[in-house]
């Protein structure tokens, strides 16, 4: 609409009236001017929006880099070897271990869970502990589910390993969960 318009042109334009005696009176609208397309500006694919224009190293820059790569190399040369004579041994990474709560859920009330529980620690990998006992929680319905706990090291061992081994069990597993999981 036009910015020309008061507000009493307005408010008959949209149908309202201004006193509550006067009825209301449908206004023919004044013809809009068309909206011009909007120019697309040509597609630069070379912009930059941080301002750099070079995109490639100059001369001295490489020149530079290349003098402080040699510098770093031989700072850490010359530290390996004063280390090796005064005899330190590099720090070895401490093993992480992660706790484990998962929560099994069997298909139906019937199933047998300390069977179940018996034939999912026959599992075993390099780095994976089963925990010594389990729980049975109530879920709904007569229907318990299996609380049980592993340790992994996170080394050696993917949670999604364990957990599709026990979804494996499609005729007595509906799902698992990871109730909980804390490095140790």
């Known amino acids: 609409m036009s910015a020309d ?3 009493d042109e307005l408010s008959l334009i949209l149908g309202y009236a201004t006193s509550s005696s006067a009825p209301a009176v449908a ?3 004044a013809p809009v001017p ?13 912009f930059d929006m941080f301002g750099d224009d070079d995109d490639e190293e100059t001369e001295e820059e490489k020149a530079a880099n290349k003098a402080r790569k040699e510098r770093m190399a031989l700072a850490k040369r010359l530290k390996e070897e004063k280390d090796a004579k005064e005899g ?3 720090k070895e990474k401490p093993v992480e271990k992660s706790l484990i709560v998962l929560d099994v859920k069997p298909w139906e009330a019937e199933c047998d869970l300390e069977a179940l529980w018996k034939e999912i620690i026959k599992y075993e990998q390099e780095g994976l502990q089963w925990g010594a006992s389990f729980k049975l929680e109530p879920v709904a319905f007569g229907i318990k589910k299996l609380v049980m706990t592993c340790t992994i090291v996170d080394s050696l061992v993917l ?9 494996g069990m499609e005729d007595f597993v509906q799902s698992v969960v990871v109730a909980s999981m804390n490095k140790i």
């Open 5 to 7: 318009l008061t507000f």
């Open 27 to 29: 206004v023919a609208a």
């Open 34 to 46: 068309a909206a011009k397309p909007a120019t697309k500006p040509a597609a630069d694919d070379d």
């Open 88 to 90: 330190k041994k590099k």
């Open 159 to 167: 949670l999604d390993d364990v957990t599709d081994n026990i979804e």
